[in-house]
């Protein structure tokens, strides 16, 4: 007898030592699980919005803190441009008829103030059509202007050379109610920062197109002002 529950007692032991260690295992692959799934469901806190201070079509003096309270986007653009800032323009208006709320707006900067004054920001509002008073249209110092993109971390081209000083990136950033920018994760967990406003031929997002059919990074940013707007 005292063999056989020496037996038992080894038995146990044995079982022990690899049972303990699976659960240990499952629990951590379930906590990888959960981890990344409310990484996927959340927004990363990019940095502070850089305080700016400018000029909208109204005339009037706009700054980061009178957007404080509001989730709202941040595009640089200019009204002349021919190419990539009405279709930027375009899905701006369309994130503004889909979300339809006082507590969201749009900050486009113009880089190009010698042209874009109030009053030429003003019929440029009118001719997109857009409604909200929160979507402002702003000008000012082009210098100004060069300091705030590079605070913002998105491209806009050298002011002093000339074929470059209206170049521009198509990103734009997502700004919370606090002053935050923030943005969701990609598939491999790493936050992607910034979205883009361009269309693309393919729904993936991979290749820009003026006519692109596809504006995945749209979807994206009306999912994502939707989460901010009920925190």
């Given at each position: 007898?005292?063999?056989?529950?020496?037996?038992?007692?080894?038995?146990?032991?044995?079982?022990?030592q690899?049972?303990?260690?699976?659960m240990?295992l499952?629990?951590?692959?379930?906590?990888?699980?959960?981890?990344?799934?409310?990484?996927?469901?959340?927004l990363?806190?990019?940095?502070?919005?850089?305080?700016?201070?400018?000029?909208?079509?109204?005339?009037r003096?706009?700054?980061?803190k009178?957007m404080l309270?509001?989730?709202?986007?941040?595009?640089?653009?200019?009204?002349r441009?021919?190419?990539?800032?009405?279709?930027?323009?375009?899905?701006?208006?369309?994130?503004?008829?889909?979300?339809?709320?006082?507590?969201?707006?749009i900050?486009?900067?113009?880089?190009?103030?010698?042209?874009?004054?109030?009053?030429?920001?003003?019929?440029?509002?009118?001719?997109?059509?857009?409604?909200?008073?929160n979507?402002?249209?702003l000008?000012?110092e082009?210098?100004?202007i060069n300091?705030?993109?590079?605070?913002?971390?998105?491209?806009?081209?050298?002011?002093?050379?000339?074929?470059?000083?209206?170049?521009?990136?198509?990103?734009?950033?997502?700004?919370?109610?606090?002053?935050?920018?923030?943005?969701?994760?990609d598939?491999?967990?790493?936050?992607?920062?910034?979205?883009?406003?361009?269309?693309?031929?393919?729904p993936e997002?991979?290749?820009?197109?003026?006519?692109?059919?596809?504006?995945?990074?749209?979807?994206?940013?009306?999912?994502?002002?939707?989460?901010?707007?009920k925190?």
């Open positions: 007898m005292p063999k056989l529950r020496n037996s038992y007692r080894s038995e146990a032991k044995f079982k022990s690899i049972i303990i260690p699976l240990v499952v629990l951590i692959f379930l906590s990888i699980g959960v981890g990344i799934g409310y990484f996927q469901k959340s990363f806190t990019v940095m502070k919005v850089p305080p700016f201070q400018l000029t909208d079509q109204n005339n003096k706009i700054s980061n009178d309270g509001k989730v709202y986007l941040v595009e640089f653009f200019y009204s441009c021919p190419t990539i800032c009405p279709v930027m323009n375009s899905n701006m208006k369309y994130i503004e008829e889909t979300i339809d709320s006082p507590n969201f707006g900050i486009s900067i113009s880089i190009d103030p010698t042209n874009d004054t109030p009053e030429i920001l003003k019929k440029h509002a009118r001719m997109l059509g857009a409604k909200s008073t979507w402002h249209f000008t000012g082009r210098e100004y300091q705030l993109a590079d605070q913002f971390n998105i491209y806009v081209g050298d002011s002093e050379d000339k074929s470059e000083s209206l170049n521009h990136s198509g990103m734009i950033a997502l700004v919370d109610k606090k002053g935050n920018l923030r943005s969701r994760f598939e491999n967990n790493s936050p992607i920062l910034y979205y883009s406003g361009l269309n693309y031929d393919d997002g991979k290749m820009t197109s003026l006519k692109g059919k596809y504006h995945p990074d749209r979807e994206k940013l009306i999912e994502d002002i939707r989460k901010l707007l925190q």
